[in-house]
């Protein structure tokens, strides 16, 4: 497949050589005259300028959202680990919405089958349409993925004439036939921007919603939701104003900088993920570049977790420890035992995975990731909500 079809070249001050050689720009292979070999890399970046499913509309002419970001990320000092990093340009829009959806897809599935993970930079939020659809199997048996999404709010609203694509782009995911989703994770709502019907609705389905109030206190509890997702899309509009001035309209409440690049780091330390989107960026809101560095440091955290990932496989073998705790006083429905699991590695911050047996049927079973304060609530004989959740997900 020739992607070079598909994309625009970068602007000369993007591809020039780089002033330091310690800087990413130094390691990372941008497309000017040439476009890069894609399979090659590990990496690849693909700037968005497609903002048709938005209310607000385009920026003003010149002001391209990924492109700014580049400037900043460009800078940054490469890290002592290998990078093999390309820069495919920037995506030439379909004839509509929906066409630059399908090219998404294909360009997306192109990189996965040549095992080089796709970074989506810039765009409406509902850009993760062809993100997701890029997932789609070619037949039944393909196992089911999971997804994250991290955004203030979930836009699950009806697809009603008028209403934009950025605001119902979730339900369409959910929604999407045929159905290839074992689960979905929600990270980063506001409540008071939530419809109580959605917080209701996503309990039914059994999917996991965690609330800003629940992650800034304690990032760690986000991290089994991005452990074990197959992609993340993250729009800007889950940071506060103060720390990503991009977006509109205007929030002061939301996750820090801090907290955004620490939930990067953990998607790129997933071996599972195989894309990321970093969507809603709004340059002509964001006048100092503050937000432009926002996401370049996202950018550069998840590229540092993707570079520190190990195999996580083979539980019940010597690189894990295992827990089997009895249940003495389960009830019907439960289980009397629960079996967990903590990798050996000492490098790393522990990490921690359950193991869920279906109660209709005792051949099918799940090992999901969890937090070490699962396995405790456990060990006093209390099941984790994770565990009634992934009971039901598994029928």
């Known amino acids: 497949m020739n992607l070079a079809l598909f994309f625009d070249s970068l602007p000369d001050e993007l ?54 970001v580049r400037e900043r990320f460009y800078q940054l000092q490469r890290s002592k680990e290998p990078l093999r990093l390309v820069d495919l340009g920037n995506l030439r829009p379909g004839l509509s919405l929906e066409d630059t959806y399908q090219r998404l897809r294909e360009i997306i599935q192109a990189l996965l089958e040549a095992n080089t993970l796709p970074i989506l930079l810039g765009g409406g939020h509902d850009l993760d349409c062809g993100q997701f659809l890029a997932y789609e199997p070619e037949h039944e048996a393909a196992p089911a993925i999971n997804f994250a999404v991290v ?59 965690m609330s800003i109030g ?41 996750l820090s900088s801090e907290d955004a690049a620490q939930l990067c780091w953990y998607a790129g330390h997933n071996e599972q993920l195989t894309s990321i989107g970093l969507y809603g960026y709004r340059p002509d809101h964001d006048p100092h570049g503050l937000a432009a560095a926002t996401l370049a440091t996202m950018l550069w955290y998840f590229i540092q977790g993707y570079y520190h990932r190990r195999p996580e496989t083979g539980f019940g073998t010597y690189r894990f420890l295992t827990y089997t705790l009895v249940l003495p006083n389960s009830r019907a429905n439960e289980p009397a035992e629960i079996v967990f699991y903590k990798s050996r590695r000492l490098n790393d911050t522990p990490k921690w ?19 070490y304060q699962e396995y405790l609530q456990a060990a006093q004989g209390d099941l984790p909500i994770r565990w009634f959740r992934t009971q039901a997900l598994l029928g």
């Open 15 to 68: 591809t020039t050589p780089a002033a330091a050689s310690t800087t990413v720009a130094a390691y990372a292979t941008r497309f000017g005259e040439t476009f890069p070999d894609w399979r090659a890399a590990d990496l690849a970046i693909i700037g968005l300028d497609e903002w048709r499913g938005t209310a607000a509309g385009p920026p003003p002419a010149g002001q391209h959202g990924a492109n700014r």
């Open 353 to 371: 995975w359950m193991e869920v047996e279906s109660i209709a049927d005792q051949s099918v079973k799940r090992i999901v990731p969890c937090t």
């Open 214 to 254: 629940k992650i800034r206190p304690d990032h760690s509890l986000a991290e089994p939701a991005l452990r074990q997702a197959s992609f993340v899309s993250f729009d800007i509009a889950a940071i506060r104003w103060q720390d990503a001035p991009g977006y509109y309209p205007a929030s002061p409440f939301g």
């Open 151 to 209: 955004d203030s709010r979930p836009d699950m609203a009806l697809p009603m004439p008028g209403t934009p694509a950025e605001d119902s782009h979730l339900r369409r995911l959910l929604l999407h036939h045929p159905n290839f989703v074992f689960s979905c994770a929600h990270l980063g709502h506001q409540e008071y921007l939530t419809p109580p019907d959605i917080l209701v609705a996503f309990e039914k389905l059994h999917f996991e919603m």
